[in-house]
């Protein structure tokens, strides 16, 4: 039940503690929705959502660890992950954030919710070939940046050049896509708070390319290769944010058009 907490079997031990004490505290989250938020049940509805995620989240932990780290097993490990963490930050952003988003054009907010969307949608399929990168050991295919094998298009010959690849060329994609998104932001005068989330994820974006070349130049070494995971967390969470935000932001012209009628 506790081992020696030494080497590599306290990282494990540890990331199996946390997850025991991130159930618990997510069973507390949703008993509170289930009496606090009737009004609106689909809140309590998504917590039981997270529940179940997290459930099925430590019978992959489990399947990865007796398997010994099969490939599929792990990534999807990782994507429930994933998937738990949007569905965290979007009760978070409903039950802690609406007051503190300002009144937007229903346009633009609807846009801006498509953007974000769009935008962490390609951070988490990002994240999963990445997974698949790591544990399909094709994390040096392409040992050289910003080429690969000393090309703009490596050959490829191989399932772990392509893997590579195509992580790189997602990454790429992503980082524009989320660069033009601030930006667009920026240009349409957002509320402030949005446009900070905007920056802020332009701002990841820019460094996760960064730690991805500095990943392999290092020959995957521990600490930027977590990080490089870190940052895509932060990355999804502050799109989802936005994005959530985003589409509860108050329209203007309706919250006009209810005082005159009030």
């Known amino acids: 039940m506790m081992p020696e907490m030494s080497g590599g079997v306290f990282w494990e031990h540890l990331h199996r503690l946390v ?26 509805k998504a917590c039981l959502a997270g529940l179940g995620l997290l ?3 430590s019978i992959f932990g489990g399947l990865t660890v007796i398997y010994r780290l099969p490939d599929l097993v792990s990534t999807t490990h990782l994507g429930l992950a994933f998937l738990f963490l949007a569905l965290v930050t979007v009760l978070t952003s409903v039950t802690g954030g609406i007051t503190e988003v300002e009144s937007t054009h229903t346009e633009t907010a609807s ?10 949608a390609l951070i988490f399929v990002q994240s999963l070939i ?3 990168v790591r544990h399909m050991d094709a994390g040096m295919a392409c040992p050289d940046v910003p080429l690969c094998l000393g090309e703009l298009v490596p050959p490829l010959v191989n399932s772990t050049i392509i893997l590579h690849f195509t992580h790189r060329l997602i990454g790429i994609l992503a980082a524009l896509t989320i660069i033009g998104l601030a930006v667009w932001i920026m240009r349409v005068s957002a509320p402030r708070s949005l446009r900070l989330l905007g920056l802020l994820a332009a701002a990841l974006a820019a460094t996760q390319v960064v730690v991805g070349f500095v990943s392999v130049l290092t020959s995957l070494a521990v600490v930027p290769v977590s990080l490089h995971t870190f940052i895509a967390a932060c990355l999804l969470g502050t799109l989802v944010r936005l994005a959530t935000l985003a589409r509860l932001a108050p329209n203007p012209i309706s919250s006009t058009a209810r005082t005159t009628v009030g």
């Open 55 to 57: 459930v099925v989240q």
């Open 130 to 132: 990445g997974g698949l």
């Open 19 to 44: 997850a025991g004490g991130l159930v618990l505290m997510f069973g507390l989250a949703t008993w509170l929705a289930k009496t606090e938020t009737r009004d609106q049940p689909w809140i309590f």
């Open 111 to 120: 846009r801006l919710t498509i953007l974000a969307g769009t935008g962490a």
